[in-house]
């Protein structure tokens, strides 16, 4: 490393980006608190003398999340200073319907993804579509917002909670009880089921990779805490490069279902993950990365997702900061 760096930690909602500052802390990186979430927030970046900063945006509340999103919008895009992760990777992060359009506008296999906007529109799709489809809110995790539905009739009336019986202004929108505070309101997200046997986690950070499998648990590999430790195949350590390069990802985990017909396709794609063992692969009881070396993708044995696969990004953001550093000069 050239320069000694000091790095912004912004605060979050989450309390699992302390994982920065244990990072930092080992790795012997100076570091300053920055306060993201407070109303004076663009003093407190405008005024900071750190060389970059590091994100943990909310994962669980819609409005937080938006709000998160435009102050990363300023601090990256107008104010200029680097973060990690990038802008791009966190506007699709938690987003499903920026997410559905990504993975459209750069042609990697997903499932059709439908997004209305107008009640009208969404009662004569849901007349006639095929049964089952899958719902599901732009933001959450565990499974918690995504719905299976059955039959016609379960899912108009779900439509028309979300966009309003009557009229929009009137709506509660619709939620699991007693959530009333994440209830989702003027938008309805619908995609074709596909059959699984399994999605996959793969994992790029840097030039670390890991993968595993997420196994089902009824109906959902999403929160089933079932994980099948075994040697990710080739093909998808080259998807998540791919994914990478396309988008300028730094840090991100992709959800590729395995369907009964034997196709990968992607779910989902999360810069920040639940990273909570510290190896985020295991062959044969063996933990360790593959890192891409010579065109090919080369074992290392070791525990390499510490504090929560943060210590990675950390490592990571200081070399993107010293690449930077070099092209200039
Ligand atoms: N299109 C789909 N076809 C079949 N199963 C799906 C589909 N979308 C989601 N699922 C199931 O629901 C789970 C949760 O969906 P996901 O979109 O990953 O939401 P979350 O953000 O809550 O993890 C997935 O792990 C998978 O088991
Ligand atoms: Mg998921």
Not at 284 to 299: A, I, L, Q, S, W
């Amino acid at each position: 490393m050239k320069k000694k760096y000091k790095l912004g930690i912004c605060t979050s909602f989450e309390p699992r980006y302390k994982n920065y500052i244990a990072a930092c802390e080992e790795l012997g990186v100076e570091y300053e608190i920055i306060d993201i979430l407070s109303h004076d927030w663009l003093d407190i970046v405008r005024n900071s003398s750190c060389d970059g900063f590091l994100l943990r945006p909310p994962s669980d509340l819609q409005e937080r999340k938006t709000v998160y999103d435009e102050r990363m919008y300023y601090i990256s895009q107008h104010l200029k200073r680097p973060v990690y992760p990038e802008f791009d990777e966190l506007y699709i992060y938690e987003n499903k319907r920026n997410m559905a359009a990504w993975l459209d506008i750069n042609g990697f296999p997903h499932a059709k993804t439908r997004v209305f906007l107008r009640k009208d529109d969404a009662l004569e799709y849901l007349s006639n579509c095929e049964y089952p489809v899958v719902f599901k809110s732009n933001i959450g995790y565990g499974a918690h917002g995504v719905k299976i539905i059955k039959s016609r009739f379960a899912a108009k009336c779900i439509a028309h909670r979300v966009f309003g019986i009557f009229h929009p202004k009137l709506t509660i929108g619709y939620f699991q009880f007693p959530f009333f505070g994440k209830s989702q309101k003027h938008y309805l997200i619908v995609q074709d089921l596909k059959k699984i046997k399994w999605e996959w986690r793969i994992i790029k950070i840097g030039n670390s990779y890991f993968g595993h499998q997420k196994l089902l648990k009824g109906q959902f590999a999403s929160g089933s805490k079932l994980v099948g430790w075994v040697k990710p195949p080739v093909e998808l350590l080259s998807l998540v490069k791919d994914v990478s390069e396309k988008g300028g990802f730094r840090s991100l985990a992709l959800d590729v279902f395995e369907t009964v017909d034997d196709k990968y396709v992607i779910n989902e794609i999360q810069s920040i993950f639940g990273s909570y063992n510290p190896s985020q692969m295991y062959i044969n009881d063996v933990p360790g990365r593959f890192v891409f070396k010579d065109g090919e993708f080369v074992f290392e044995e070791g525990y390499f997702n510490k504090h929560g696969s943060y210590m990675l990004r950390v490592q990571h953001f200081l070399e993107i900061l010293d690449s930077e550093v070099k092209e200039r000069s």
